[in-house]
């Protein structure tokens, strides 16, 4: 699931932003991350740390679908340099465990490790 030119985009320089979407009341909820913070598991997981993401937290405990947007402009694209994808999954929030201890070795400040699986990953640009 998690091919050679979505590691690209997450490995690339410069560090890049991306979206992360949950459902919230009424509305989608945005908030955005850095490439760099990604851990990519064997698993077709992606660990992000979370700092605060307290809304999206308390969305994922209603429906745990979520959306990311992840893109870079220094990537080869399917025409031309950039690239993007769209990653769809399922998330939680890990504050203890495997998961939550490899997150906090590598960014201490992190309050837990938002988990997502990965279900389908396709490159829109």
């Known amino acids: 699931?998690?091919?050679?030119?979505?590691?690209?985009?997450l490995t690339t320089p410069p560090d890049a932003a991306?979206?992360?979407v949950t459902q919230g009341l009424g509305e989608p909820h945005v908030i955005n991350s850095w490439n760099s913070y990604v851990l990519v598991t064997d698993k077709d997981k992606f660990l992000i740390p979370a700092g605060r993401?307290?809304?999206t937290e308390k969305n994922l405990k209603r429906n745990n679908k979520v959306k990311l947007t992840i893109a870079n402009r220094e990537v080869e694209g399917?025409?031309?340099?950039?690239?993007?994808?769209?990653?769809r999954g399922t998330a939680s929030f890990?504050?203890?465990?495997?998961?939550?201890?490899?997150?906090?070795?590598?960014?201490?400040?992190a309050r837990a490790a938002l988990v997502v699986?990965?279900?389908?990953?396709?490159?829109?640009?």
Request: proline share 2%; net charge negative; glycine share 6%.
């Open 53 to 55: 993401m307290f809304e």
């Open 78 to 87: 399917k025409t031309y340099k950039g690239t993007g994808f769209l990653v």
């Open 1 to 9: 699931m998690i091919d050679k030119k979505l590691m690209e985009v």
């Open 117 to 125: 699986t990965i279900e389908s990953a396709e490159q829109t640009l």
């Open 94 to 109: 890990d504050k203890e465990g495997a998961d939550f201890d490899a997150i906090k070795a590598k960014f201490p400040w």
């Open 18 to 20: 991306f979206a992360i």
